[in-house]
């Protein structure tokens, strides 16, 4: 079983924390790491990290979707460097995604329907309506049956929202585990531009609300 997950991470810059990101993944478990960046090869990093390099500038829509269709593992876990293991994380996830789930993660929650689906409340380990993509695994060919990411998505905040209603939508189950994970500094929000994050982000969410706001028929249990 072991052999049928893949651990994949989007490289873009602050190498030192993704070699923290990197060191605390084997530290705790031999399952393989795909790397891959878009935009200014770095030979440093290619050589410490084996990353596959892709010259033209992707988002993060692009670059899951180059995982889905590159790996050949059955799952695939897409971590943000941010996330750092303390222990062994991958083997209760492994464990739920076999029990039939398509979607297990870290963090996540459900969409708060009387806030007319605008936000996400987080109610602890059970099934819910979205996973964070800090620690996102899921069922690779399921997720390219709802379509994978989306190629506009060319920022993660929400974007991972949209992933797991996608899930959903097709009948997919997502849960959320307690798993030994810690994050660091995240980079992809605190050190972006303010301006174009909060634009990027209000971009995703629109989209969310105009493909999904409504239909709760493919939400999870409240509780």
Request: contains cysteine.
């Amino acid at each position: 079983m072991a052999g049928s997950i893949r651990i994949c991470l989007i490289a873009d810059g602050f190498f030192g924390d993704f070699g923290n990101c990197v060191d605390s993944i084997k530290k705790f478990t031999d399952t393989p790491i795909s790397v891959f960046a878009s935009g200014k090869e770095n030979k440093e990093a290619e050589e410490r990290f084996g990353a596959t390099w892709q010259k033209n500038k992707l988002g993060w829509g692009h670059s899951v979707n180059y995982f889905l269709k590159s790996v050949q593992e059955r799952y695939i876990v897409i971590m943000d460097p941010s996330t750092n293991f303390l222990g062994d994380a991958i083997t209760p996830t492994l464990e739920k995604l076999e029990d039939g789930f398509e979607g297990v993660g870290w963090r996540g929650g459900l969409i708060n329907i009387d806030d007319g689906w605008r936000s996400v409340d987080d109610r602890g380990v059970g099934e819910v309506d979205v996973i964070f993509s800090y620690f996102f695994a899921f069922n690779r060919e399921f997720a390219l049956r709802a379509g994978g990411a989306n190629p506009s998505a060319t920022y993660y905040r929400n974007a991972d929202i949209e992933l797991s209603l996608a899930l959903r939508a097709l009948g997919g189950k997502l849960w959320q585990l307690d798993l030994p994970l810690e994050q660091g500094r995240h980079h992809g929000y605190h050190d972006v531009d303010p301006e174009y994050r909060e634009k990027k982000s209000k971009e995703n969410y629109n989209r969310i609300l105009e493909k999904y706001r409504g239909r709760t028929e493919i939400l999870s249990p409240r509780r």
